[in-house]
């Protein structure tokens, strides 16, 4: 069975203080990764997809990284904006998009 | 503008009731899906659908229904057989599979 496990639950970082989400997954064959953020009471937002292992995008203070186990989304020198939380999905061979628990990141000023 | 459109954005219904969510996309994407979030826990998939006509039982199907007569629509019934329907549901889309999913803004159902 697909599954995905996110980690941790909760982040809370100071302004500027870089660190890194991980999304562990369990595919039978993985097809893509994609990394979403979730603002409160809104519909996720898309950020990355990830086709395999060795594989790297970025976009502004993001980073999103994959092997064959799982994949690390960096943050850079975060700022209070990026507070939000983060999900990972995983698509296998099943053709459903199977998402994790999310991991809730605050960043303070 | 294209998007993903779900509406009402707050719902309220009485035990016993059945009661539809409607998901619209001018995206031309074939593929789409429903999600139930519920308080600290990830996405969970209802149904999705690949194609017109055709539709799948995801992993809480139980208690849904759904149809996909037109390329645009998806809507989804969450009948009085589901027993814990309050949650926040959402709807996406995608051009294919394997590409990536733009979700709805959701739609916050209230079972009083």
């Known amino acids: 069975e697909d599954q995905v496990t996110q980690s941790p639950e909760a982040l809370r970082l100071q302004e500027g203080e870089s660190s890194s989400l991980n999304c562990s997954y369990t595919v039978s064959g993985l097809r893509g990764l994609f990394w979403y953020r979730q603002d409160p009471g809104k519909g996720p937002e898309f950020l990355f997809t990830?086709?395999?292992a060795g594989e790297e995008k970025e976009k502004e203070r993001l980073k999103a990284t994959l092997t064959k186990k799982e994949s690390f989304l960096h943050i850079t020198a975060p700022k209070p904006e990026d507070s939000a939380t983060y999900l990972c999905a995983v698509d296998g061979n099943t053709g459903k998009l199977i998402f994790g628990q999310g991991t809730t990141l605050q960043v303070k000023p | 503008d294209g998007g993903i459109t779900q509406s009402p954005k707050y719902l309220f219904r009485k035990e016993g009731q059945n009661v539809t969510l409607s998901c619209e996309q001018n995206l031309n994407h074939d593929a789409m899906y429903w999600y139930r979030q519920d308080p600290g826990q990830g996405l969970r998939l209802i149904y999705y659908s690949q194609i017109v006509n055709d539709f799948q039982k995801g992993d809480i199907a139980e208690g849904y229904s759904v149809s996909r007569e037109k390329k645009e629509s998806f809507p989804l019934t969450v009948t009085s057989a589901q027993k814990n329907p309050t949650a926040f549901y959402l709807c996406?889309?995608?051009?294919?599979?394997?590409?990536?999913?733009?979700f709805g803004q959701g739609t916050r159902l209230t079972v009083v």
């Open positions: 996406a889309s995608s051009i294919r599979r394997l590409s990536e999913a733009f």
């Open positions: 990830l086709y395999s």
